[in-house]
């Protein structure tokens, strides 16, 4: 990977390289991967090209998120763990969902190389949702129940919506990895996400690393969109990663 040079807020953004089309896939590593901290490479690329996505995309960046939101029995979800391990990527989401005993078997087979992040309430699933799932109750006590699970479990952080970050900041005191997609710059539509919240929202509330996908991938203007992006983020005044 090339010497990177971007700036302190832009370190903390991870871009969701999210197409199954290969030469919007690559323009977007080669624009994006110099300019932010982590390129995230999530189901629709890994399922279309493998590890071959990761191994493009590590070329040109800092760090890769692999983002597969993994569940399964723990063996099973252990290696899967081991191979992403292999492919030298920084952080593997799994589901919190998968309990205790996944998500400690997810972290024994990281062996402190990949940080596992456990993914609470996916950020598009809003009361109606919960509903039709015979979820109800309150989201946010099961958010910080399962943020607790993976805390105890080993887990390096969670992923969760913006919106809950300060909560469970102060329930999980860093280091433990805060990161957040759901994130709308005041300019960009919210597309399927509901539990939304601006850039410098999301870094006062305690994220560490802010998912970025569409407002930057589909911009008119990417360089517009990741410079006010960062304007917002440099608002809120956090120190590095
Ligand atoms: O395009 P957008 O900014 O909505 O992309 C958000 C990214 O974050 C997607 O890659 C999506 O899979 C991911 N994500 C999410 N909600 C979660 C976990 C991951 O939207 N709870």
Redesign the pocket.
Known sequence: MSEKSCSEAARRIAV?L?TSQRDQFRRWISWFGPRVGVL?V?LEAFVRWGPAAVEEAKAQAEAIFL?LKLHDIPNTVAGAVRSARALGVRYLTVHAGGGPAMLEAAVEAAGGEVAILA?TL??HLDDGQLNALDLAGSASRRVERWARLARQAGCAGI?CSPLEAAALRRANPAPFLLVT???RPLTAAP?D?RRTATPGQALRAGADLL?????LTRAPDRDVALERIVAEMNTSRRGPP
């Open positions: 969701a999210d995230k999530g983002d993914v996916l950020t992923v997609p759901g994130v597309g996400q998912v970025i996908g569409r407002p």
